[in-house]
């Protein structure tokens, strides 16, 4: 009757509505191939989204923003409109430029709805004294989207063998179903921030964020490192997946098998933040992600290569809600939408720099060459940010703003 009657409780079930709505991604395994066949040069396809993560870098705190103060049911519902707008172009034209409207549409509606949701669910949790459960849902929220990812990529790579276009008009309808979910969230009480000066005001939990609450820095970084490796290797194994002769439609049956791989283990994850100290697990989560992309580049065949992104898929359901509960609770309540957009804008901003570099380095070398070179780039700057951020958890500063 939740879902009926719309009540605080019923959130739970309208935002995993949204999340499968946004990672029923019909066009996620072939995507790249699409690029390919209309043309496009490796580099110029990672630019395509570069041009994504860019249009996120603008949107992202602005949209925390917004949500915490207008609402996350505002930002929300304001973001499913732009996801499902952006398919819509990509459905129905043809070109570089319209692809590239569609990019910063679909980086728009990203920005409005990341962190929004993961905002959403804590304050409806804490709303009910249940957010120490937070990890757990986080974790069976993650397992719907990745589950969804799962149906949608073999779905996606059986319509690609009829035509590339075909997941892309099924992604508009997909995209759709979030509207009415967003539409009928009920926004928790909390604690409401007074409306300032808008981008002073923005600017001043930046400083916050970034520079006064040395934990929270170091956990945003972190996190979004880590976040930003598991979004490239989501690009690239398609295209190495395809040079060892994988059709579209078998990609999409290996991005189905991956995506249950995470989504079974993340409903698992806040075991292992339970049984597994931070200090342990993080150093863990790091040398799986990073040494998987160097062990993916020195697979010769394609059977090693699915084994390294077994493991990497695994590592990946572990981090995700695992990194971002660790900023939630750093977080303070009223700005805590802000914060986990500051995360994401971190993520977008790493990609949109790695992402052309990966692609003008497969260019000039060889994907198995790029992906080494981009897994020893991961490595060092996780090595230097990891003994800080550790640092920072075992003498944490107050979360209070």
């Not at 929270?216 to 930003?228: A, D, K, Q």
Request: a positive charge.
């Amino acid at each position: 009757m939740n879902w009926i009657r719309p009540s605080v409780s019923g959130n739970i079930p309208r935002l995993y509505i949204i999340k499968t709505a946004k990672w029923f991604m019909l066009t996620m395994p072939i995507l790249m191939l699409y690029y390919k066949d209309m043309g496009f040069t490796t580099e110029q396809a990672f630019r395509l989204k570069a041009i994504y993560s860019i249009a996120i870098v603008l949107f992202e705190i602005p949209s925390g923003y917004l949500a915490d103060i207008l609402g996350r049911k505002t930002t929300l519902l304001a973001g499913s409109i732009f996801g499902t707008l952006g398919f819509v172009i990509y459905a129905t034209t043809g070109s570089y430029l319209w692809f590239i409207l569609a990019e910063v549409t679909l980086g728009i509606g990203q920005s409005l709805i990341s962190g929004a949701d993961s905002a959403m669910l804590y304050d409806t949790l804490q709303a009910q004294k249940r957010q120490n459960q937070y990890t757990r849902y986080e974790g069976i929220n993650t397992s719907v989207g990745n589950f969804a990812e799962a149906l949608g990529a073999i779905l996606g790579g059986a319509l690609a063998e009829v035509s590339l276009r075909l997941p892309f008009i099924g992604q508009s309808f997909i995209a759709f179903m979030a509207i009415p979910a967003a539409l009928t969230l009920v926004e928790p009480e909390r604690l409401q921030r007074q409306v300032k000066s808008g981008f002073r005001d923005i600017l001043k939990i930046v400083h916050y964020a970034l520079v006064v609450n040395k934990d929270l820095r170091w956990g945003l970084v972190y996190s979004s490192l880590i976040g930003t490796a598991t979004l490239t290797m989501a690009w690239v194994y398609q295209l190495e997946l395809h040079a060892f002769g994988f059709s579209e439609f078998y990609i999409g049956v290996t991005a189905t098998g991956l995506n249950l791989v995470v989504g079974f283990v993340t409903l698992t994850a806040w075991k292992a933040e339970r049984d597994l100290r931070s200090r342990l697990l993080i150093p863990l989560i790091t040398l799986v992600i990073t040494g998987g992309f160097v062990a993916g580049g020195l697979a010769g065949s394609w059977l090693p290569f699915m084994l390294v992104l077994l493991v990497f898929y695994m590592a990946r359901g572990i981090a995700t809600p695992v990194l971002k509960n660790i900023v939630n609770v750093m977080a303070p309540s009223e700005v805590r939408a802000t914060v986990l957009s500051i995360r994401s804008l971190i993520i977008r901003a790493f990609f949109a720099v790695i992402a052309p570099f990966f692609g003008w380095t497969a260019d000039l070398l060889t994907l198995g060459q790029a992906l080494i070179i981009t897994g020893l780039v991961f490595a060092l700057a996780c090595a230097f940010i990891i003994l800080l951020f550790i640092k920072s958890l075992e003498n944490p500063q107050s979360p209070k703003k």
